[in-house]
């Protein structure tokens, strides 16, 4: 399949401007030196990772205010259905359900707060240690 002349023209004209980018010896090199930029790079990582294990106990902590009522729900349905003694069987676990769940969200947040203590008791003396 054949280019035009216009569509040739421009494939040229883009072929020159990256052979003149990636030959261009204007690029000026950074600054800093390359340790210096490893870590700056590490800690960003970190505290990218940080925020990531942040979002996934947020996300931990809205799954268990969910499923334990729907599990609690799910089992009395069951037994209703297996014992013939409707609406009871729902009622009385779907309360233990919802429970459940307030008591894992309750040790989820637990958890979160003592490892945001530990790490803010890190970055505390790390400062203290640099002059």
């Known amino acids: 399949m054949a280019l035009s ?6 494939l040229r004209t883009l072929k020159r401007l990256r ?14 030196p390359i340790s210096e930029r490893k870590k700056a790079f590490k800690d960003f990582l970190m505290q990218q990772q940080a925020g ?16 334990g009522p729907l599990v609690g729900f799910g089992i009395g349905y069951g037994l209703d ?3 013939g003694c409707h609406p009871w069987g729902k009622i009385i676990f779907l309360i233990i ?13 637990k958890i979160l ?4 203590a530990r790490r803010a008791a890190a970055e505390k003396n790390a400062k203290e240690l640099k002059p």
């Open 81 to 83: 259905w297996f014992f």
């Open 52 to 67: 990531m294990s942040a979002l996934a106990s947020a996300g931990v902590i809205g799954l268990h205010m969910v499923s």
């Open 97 to 109: 359900g919802i429970g459940a769940g307030f008591l894992n969200v309750y040790r989820d947040t």
């Open 113 to 116: 707060l003592e490892r945001m």
């Open 19 to 32: 052979d003149s980018h990636l030959t261009d010896s204007k690029q000026v090199p950074s600054e800093k």
């Open 5 to 10: 002349e216009e569509n040739a023209k421009r």
